[in-house]
Protein backbone atom coordinates (compact mmCIF):
# COMPACT_ATOMS: atom_id res chain seq x y z
CA UNK A 1 0.00 0.00 0.00
CA UNK A 2 3.06 2.22 1.00
CA UNK A 3 4.71 1.75 -2.07
CA UNK A 4 1.12 2.96 -4.20
CA UNK A 5 1.24 5.99 -2.46
CA UNK A 6 4.82 6.58 -3.06
CA UNK A 7 4.16 5.62 -6.96
CA UNK A 8 1.10 8.15 -6.92
CA UNK A 9 2.53 10.80 -5.63
CA UNK A 10 5.42 10.46 -7.57
CA UNK A 11 3.23 10.79 -10.94
CA UNK A 12 1.36 13.96 -9.33
CA UNK A 13 4.28 15.52 -8.33
CA UNK A 14 5.88 14.84 -12.65
CA UNK A 15 2.59 16.16 -13.92
CA UNK A 16 2.45 19.17 -11.43
CA UNK A 17 6.46 19.69 -12.97
CA UNK A 18 5.29 19.61 -16.48
CA UNK A 19 2.06 21.76 -15.86
CA UNK A 20 4.24 24.49 -14.39
CA UNK A 21 6.21 24.66 -17.04
CA UNK A 22 4.15 24.89 -19.70
CA UNK A 23 2.34 27.22 -18.31
CA UNK A 24 5.93 29.71 -17.95
CA UNK A 25 7.10 28.84 -21.48
CA UNK A 26 5.47 31.59 -23.92
CA UNK A 27 4.72 30.34 -27.50
CA UNK A 28 4.64 32.01 -30.48
CA UNK A 29 0.74 32.74 -31.06
CA UNK A 30 1.76 32.25 -35.13
CA UNK A 31 4.23 29.30 -34.73
CA UNK A 32 1.32 26.45 -35.20
CA UNK A 33 4.69 23.82 -36.09
CA UNK A 34 5.72 24.41 -32.42
CA UNK A 35 2.97 23.84 -30.54
CA UNK A 36 1.99 20.90 -32.84
CA UNK A 37 5.68 19.46 -31.85
CA UNK A 38 5.12 20.08 -28.04
CA UNK A 39 1.71 18.29 -28.62
CA UNK A 40 2.69 15.24 -30.21
CA UNK A 41 6.18 15.05 -28.00
CA UNK A 42 4.33 14.79 -24.62
CA UNK A 43 1.00 13.16 -26.65
CA UNK A 44 -0.57 15.40 -23.95
CA UNK A 45 -4.55 15.84 -24.82
CA UNK A 46 -5.46 18.10 -27.22
CA UNK A 47 -7.97 19.86 -24.47
CA UNK A 48 -5.56 20.43 -21.83
CA UNK A 49 -3.53 21.71 -24.42
CA UNK A 50 -5.89 23.72 -25.29
CA UNK A 51 -6.90 25.33 -21.53
CA UNK A 52 -3.01 26.03 -20.98
CA UNK A 53 -2.79 27.96 -24.31
CA UNK A 54 -5.81 29.91 -23.23
CA UNK A 55 -4.76 30.77 -19.73
CA UNK A 56 -1.37 32.40 -21.75
CA UNK A 57 -3.63 34.35 -24.02
CA UNK A 58 -2.94 32.53 -26.87
CA UNK A 59 -5.75 32.50 -30.23
CA UNK A 60 -5.50 28.83 -30.42
CA UNK A 61 -8.60 28.03 -28.68
CA UNK A 62 -10.30 31.03 -30.64
CA UNK A 63 -8.74 29.37 -33.72
CA UNK A 64 -10.77 26.58 -33.35
CA UNK A 65 -14.04 28.17 -32.63
CA UNK A 66 -13.76 30.34 -36.00
CA UNK A 67 -12.54 27.01 -37.85
CA UNK A 68 -15.90 24.70 -36.88
CA UNK A 69 -17.99 28.05 -37.81
CA UNK A 70 -16.44 28.42 -41.07
CA UNK A 71 -17.09 24.62 -42.03
CA UNK A 72 -20.66 25.48 -40.70
CA UNK A 73 -20.88 28.97 -43.02
CA UNK A 74 -19.16 26.52 -46.26
CA UNK A 75 -22.20 23.93 -45.80
CA UNK A 76 -24.74 26.63 -45.19
CA UNK A 77 -24.20 28.46 -48.57
CA UNK A 78 -24.79 25.51 -50.10
CA UNK A 79 -27.95 24.78 -49.21
CA UNK A 80 -29.94 27.34 -51.25
CA UNK A 81 -31.36 29.51 -48.36
CA UNK A 82 -32.78 32.95 -50.14
CA UNK A 83 -31.68 35.33 -47.10
CA UNK A 84 -29.98 35.27 -43.88
CA UNK A 85 -32.30 35.09 -42.13
CA UNK A 86 -33.74 31.86 -43.04
CA UNK A 87 -30.03 30.19 -42.73
CA UNK A 88 -29.45 31.78 -39.10
CA UNK A 89 -30.85 28.75 -36.98
CA UNK A 90 -29.16 26.53 -39.23
CA UNK A 91 -25.62 27.79 -37.36
CA UNK A 92 -26.66 26.30 -34.04
CA UNK A 93 -26.54 22.66 -35.41
CA UNK A 94 -23.42 20.57 -35.27
CA UNK A 95 -21.57 20.35 -38.88
CA UNK A 96 -22.04 16.38 -38.96
CA UNK A 97 -26.05 17.57 -38.90
CA UNK A 98 -25.73 19.91 -41.32
CA UNK A 99 -23.43 17.03 -43.59
CA UNK A 100 -26.62 15.69 -43.66
CA UNK A 101 -28.94 18.21 -44.37
CA UNK A 102 -26.52 19.20 -47.49
CA UNK A 103 -26.53 15.80 -48.82
CA UNK A 104 -30.34 15.83 -48.80
CA UNK A 105 -30.65 19.30 -50.16
CA UNK A 106 -28.89 18.23 -52.97
CA UNK A 107 -30.28 14.94 -53.79
CA UNK A 108 -33.86 16.79 -53.65
CA UNK A 109 -32.23 19.38 -56.07
CA UNK A 110 -30.85 16.94 -58.25
CA UNK A 111 -34.67 14.93 -58.28
CA UNK A 112 -36.73 18.38 -58.87
CA UNK A 113 -37.92 18.13 -55.58
CA UNK A 114 -37.27 21.21 -53.89
CA UNK A 115 -34.56 23.68 -53.50
CA UNK A 116 -34.54 23.16 -49.42
CA UNK A 117 -37.56 21.61 -47.40
CA UNK A 118 -37.62 24.56 -45.30
CA UNK A 119 -39.07 26.51 -48.39
CA UNK A 120 -41.36 23.63 -49.57
CA UNK A 121 -42.80 23.13 -46.08
CA UNK A 122 -43.34 26.72 -45.86
CA UNK A 123 -45.21 26.90 -48.91
CA UNK A 124 -47.48 24.20 -48.30
CA UNK A 125 -48.06 25.33 -44.77
CA UNK A 126 -48.43 29.06 -45.86
CA UNK A 127 -46.05 30.17 -43.24
CA UNK A 128 -42.86 32.79 -43.54
CA UNK A 129 -39.17 30.44 -44.26
CA UNK A 130 -37.98 32.80 -41.29
CA UNK A 131 -40.49 31.51 -38.62
CA UNK A 132 -40.37 28.10 -39.67
CA UNK A 133 -36.73 27.80 -40.03
CA UNK A 134 -36.61 28.48 -35.46
CA UNK A 135 -38.99 25.09 -35.61
CA UNK A 136 -37.30 22.93 -37.84
CA UNK A 137 -33.92 23.07 -36.88
CA UNK A 138 -35.40 21.79 -33.25
CA UNK A 139 -37.17 18.63 -35.96
CA UNK A 140 -33.59 18.18 -38.13
CA UNK A 141 -35.43 14.24 -38.70
CA UNK A 142 -37.32 16.05 -41.64
CA UNK A 143 -34.24 16.20 -43.66
CA UNK A 144 -33.91 12.07 -42.94
CA UNK A 145 -37.10 11.09 -44.62
CA UNK A 146 -38.35 10.59 -47.83
CA UNK A 147 -39.44 13.44 -50.05
CA UNK A 148 -42.01 11.52 -50.80
CA UNK A 149 -43.14 10.11 -47.49
CA UNK A 150 -42.54 14.07 -46.43
CA UNK A 151 -45.24 15.13 -49.21
CA UNK A 152 -47.74 12.42 -48.67
CA UNK A 153 -47.91 13.37 -44.81
CA UNK A 154 -48.56 16.77 -45.70
CA UNK A 155 -51.11 16.01 -48.38
CA UNK A 156 -53.16 14.09 -46.04
CA UNK A 157 -52.60 16.70 -42.81
CA UNK A 158 -53.65 19.54 -45.19
CA UNK A 159 -56.40 17.20 -46.82
CA UNK A 160 -57.73 16.82 -43.40
CA UNK A 161 -57.99 20.52 -43.08
CA UNK A 162 -55.35 20.52 -40.18
CA UNK A 163 -54.17 24.50 -40.13
CA UNK A 164 -50.73 24.90 -41.35
CA UNK A 165 -50.20 26.82 -37.99
CA UNK A 166 -50.87 23.88 -36.13
CA UNK A 167 -48.57 21.68 -38.20
CA UNK A 168 -45.89 24.72 -37.96
CA UNK A 169 -46.52 24.44 -34.59
CA UNK A 170 -46.24 20.26 -33.69
CA UNK A 171 -43.58 19.36 -36.41
CA UNK A 172 -43.34 15.71 -34.83
CA UNK A 173 -46.73 14.44 -36.95
CA UNK A 174 -44.32 14.54 -39.98
CA UNK A 175 -42.54 11.26 -38.56
CA UNK A 176 -45.87 9.44 -39.10
CA UNK A 177 -46.91 7.34 -42.40
CA UNK A 178 -49.60 8.93 -43.80
CA UNK A 179 -51.58 5.56 -43.99
CA UNK A 180 -51.28 6.41 -39.91
CA UNK A 181 -52.28 9.95 -39.72
CA UNK A 182 -55.22 9.41 -42.16
CA UNK A 183 -56.97 6.46 -40.90
CA UNK A 184 -56.60 8.42 -37.22
CA UNK A 185 -57.76 11.63 -38.04
CA UNK A 186 -60.83 10.45 -40.30
CA UNK A 187 -61.74 7.96 -37.56
CA UNK A 188 -61.64 11.59 -34.73
CA UNK A 189 -63.59 13.60 -38.27
CA UNK A 190 -66.60 10.57 -37.74
CA UNK A 191 -67.13 10.59 -34.49
CA UNK A 192 -68.07 14.70 -35.06
CA UNK A 193 -64.87 16.10 -33.99
CA UNK A 194 -64.23 18.99 -36.46
CA UNK A 195 -60.74 20.86 -35.25
CA UNK A 196 -58.49 18.36 -36.13
CA UNK A 197 -55.07 19.14 -34.60
CA UNK A 198 -51.47 16.96 -35.15
CA UNK A 199 -50.93 15.57 -31.76
CA UNK A 200 -54.40 13.72 -32.04
CA UNK A 201 -51.93 11.22 -34.29
CA UNK A 202 -49.13 11.10 -31.63
CA UNK A 203 -51.47 10.80 -28.27
CA UNK A 204 -52.80 7.41 -26.50
CA UNK A 205 -56.06 6.16 -27.20
CA UNK A 206 -57.20 6.97 -23.78
CA UNK A 207 -56.23 10.63 -24.14
CA UNK A 208 -57.91 10.79 -27.23
CA UNK A 209 -60.97 8.99 -26.06
CA UNK A 210 -61.37 11.65 -23.50
CA UNK A 211 -60.77 14.53 -25.69
CA UNK A 212 -63.83 12.81 -28.19
CA UNK A 213 -65.77 12.83 -24.24
CA UNK A 214 -65.16 16.51 -24.02
CA UNK A 215 -65.67 17.32 -27.58
CA UNK A 216 -68.73 15.62 -27.63
CA UNK A 217 -70.03 18.01 -24.03
CA UNK A 218 -68.61 21.31 -25.84
CA UNK A 219 -71.38 20.55 -28.11
CA UNK A 220 -74.16 19.87 -25.76
CA UNK A 221 -73.39 22.35 -23.81
CA UNK A 222 -73.03 25.04 -26.88
CA UNK A 223 -76.06 24.10 -28.71
CA UNK A 224 -77.36 27.09 -30.74
CA UNK A 225 -74.71 29.60 -29.64
CA UNK A 226 -71.70 27.56 -31.39
CA UNK A 227 -68.97 29.37 -29.27
CA UNK A 228 -67.96 29.97 -26.01
CA UNK A 229 -68.29 33.44 -26.31
CA UNK A 230 -72.22 33.37 -27.20
CA UNK A 231 -72.59 30.88 -24.25
CA UNK A 232 -71.18 33.09 -21.88
CA UNK A 233 -73.59 36.26 -23.24
CA UNK A 234 -76.49 33.92 -22.55
CA UNK A 235 -75.85 32.51 -19.41
CA UNK A 236 -74.73 35.69 -17.99
CA UNK A 237 -77.41 37.79 -19.89
CA UNK A 238 -74.91 40.17 -21.64
CA UNK A 239 -73.94 40.94 -24.76
CA UNK A 240 -70.91 39.62 -26.77
CA UNK A 241 -68.95 43.11 -26.58
CA UNK A 242 -69.20 42.84 -22.70
CA UNK A 243 -67.87 39.69 -22.98
CA UNK A 244 -64.79 41.10 -24.94
CA UNK A 245 -64.44 43.39 -22.45
CA UNK A 246 -63.67 40.77 -20.05
CA UNK A 247 -61.85 38.78 -22.46
CA UNK A 248 -59.62 41.92 -22.27
CA UNK A 249 -59.31 42.19 -18.11
CA UNK A 250 -58.89 38.23 -17.91
CA UNK A 251 -56.76 36.67 -20.83
CA UNK A 252 -57.20 33.45 -19.13
CA UNK A 253 -61.01 33.69 -19.68
CA UNK A 254 -60.87 33.26 -24.02
CA UNK A 255 -58.83 30.29 -23.87
CA UNK A 256 -61.11 28.70 -20.79
CA UNK A 257 -62.79 25.39 -22.11
CA UNK A 258 -66.45 25.08 -22.05
CA UNK A 259 -66.89 22.61 -19.76
CA UNK A 260 -65.13 24.16 -17.05
CA UNK A 261 -66.92 27.75 -17.65
CA UNK A 262 -70.37 25.69 -17.40
CA UNK A 263 -68.94 24.09 -14.11
CA UNK A 264 -67.97 27.17 -12.95
CA UNK A 265 -70.73 29.00 -13.32
CA UNK A 266 -73.33 26.73 -11.88
CA UNK A 267 -71.34 26.15 -8.92
CA UNK A 268 -71.05 30.25 -8.19
CA UNK A 269 -75.11 30.49 -9.32
CA UNK A 270 -75.81 27.64 -6.70
CA UNK A 271 -73.32 29.77 -3.98
CA UNK A 272 -75.81 32.80 -4.45
CA UNK A 273 -73.95 34.99 -6.48
CA UNK A 274 -75.92 36.36 -8.99
CA UNK A 275 -75.18 37.09 -12.71
CA UNK A 276 -74.43 40.47 -12.26
CA UNK A 277 -71.74 40.20 -9.81
CA UNK A 278 -70.33 37.84 -11.96
CA UNK A 279 -70.00 39.97 -14.95
CA UNK A 280 -69.15 42.78 -12.51
CA UNK A 281 -65.79 40.48 -11.45
CA UNK A 282 -64.98 38.44 -13.75
CA UNK A 283 -61.62 38.10 -12.20
CA UNK A 284 -62.96 34.99 -10.61
CA UNK A 285 -62.85 33.29 -13.97
CA UNK A 286 -59.31 33.38 -13.43
CA UNK A 287 -59.59 31.35 -9.77
CA UNK A 288 -59.73 28.08 -9.33
CA UNK A 289 -63.36 26.46 -8.50
CA UNK A 290 -61.97 23.92 -5.85
CA UNK A 291 -59.97 27.41 -4.26
CA UNK A 292 -62.55 29.24 -4.71
CA UNK A 293 -64.95 26.35 -3.18
CA UNK A 294 -62.56 25.99 0.09
CA UNK A 295 -62.64 30.16 0.91
CA UNK A 296 -65.85 30.12 0.95
CA UNK A 297 -66.22 27.50 3.23
CA UNK A 298 -63.86 28.78 5.49
CA UNK A 299 -65.06 32.48 5.59
CA UNK A 300 -68.63 31.08 6.40
CA UNK A 301 -67.72 29.09 8.99
CA UNK A 302 -66.25 32.37 10.37
CA UNK A 303 -70.15 33.67 9.84
CA UNK A 304 -69.87 35.91 7.02
CA UNK A 305 -72.64 35.39 4.78
CA UNK A 306 -71.99 38.73 2.48
CA UNK A 307 -69.13 37.56 0.12
CA UNK A 308 -67.62 39.60 -2.08
CA UNK A 309 -66.35 37.57 -5.46
CA UNK A 310 -62.94 39.41 -5.26
CA UNK A 311 -61.91 38.26 -1.93
CA UNK A 312 -62.17 34.93 -2.98
CA UNK A 313 -59.77 35.07 -5.71
CA UNK A 314 -57.17 37.23 -3.65
CA UNK A 315 -53.32 35.80 -3.75
CA UNK A 316 -52.54 33.30 -1.07
CA UNK A 317 -51.37 35.61 1.32
CA UNK A 318 -54.10 38.13 0.89
CA UNK A 319 -56.96 36.11 1.62
CA UNK A 320 -55.28 34.75 4.42
CA UNK A 321 -54.54 38.10 6.18
CA UNK A 322 -58.25 38.53 5.37
CA UNK A 323 -59.18 35.79 7.07
CA UNK A 324 -57.04 36.05 10.21
CA UNK A 325 -58.56 39.75 10.26
CA UNK A 326 -62.39 38.32 10.42
CA UNK A 327 -60.97 35.71 12.45
CA UNK A 328 -59.48 38.29 14.96
CA UNK A 329 -62.78 40.46 14.77
CA UNK A 330 -64.99 37.17 15.28
CA UNK A 331 -63.00 36.18 18.36
CA UNK A 332 -63.39 40.19 20.08
CA UNK A 333 -66.98 40.09 19.77
CA UNK A 334 -67.80 36.68 21.28
Not at 22 to 38: A, C, D, Q, W
Not at 238 to 261: C, F, G, H, N, S
Request: aromatic residues 10%.
Amino acid sequence: MAIRNLISSIILRNRNTFARTLYSVSYPISNFNKNHEIQSKFSFPLHLIIVANKSLGTHEFKTQTTDVDASKERIIKELNFVSKKDAMPFFKLPVKTLHQIYKTTKNDEENGFCKNRLYYIAQRIKCPPSKLSEQIIKRTFIYKLSFDWLESSLNVLLAMNVSGDRIKRDLWVLKYHHKTIYERLLRIRNLGVENLYPWMVRCSEDILNRSIEINQETKTILGENKSTKMYLATRLNTTPDIIEDMYVKIPALKTIRVTKAKSFLDFLIEEGFNVEEIVDKPRIFAASQKTVKLRLEKLRSLGLTEINLNILCRSRRDFQRYYESIESISKDTE
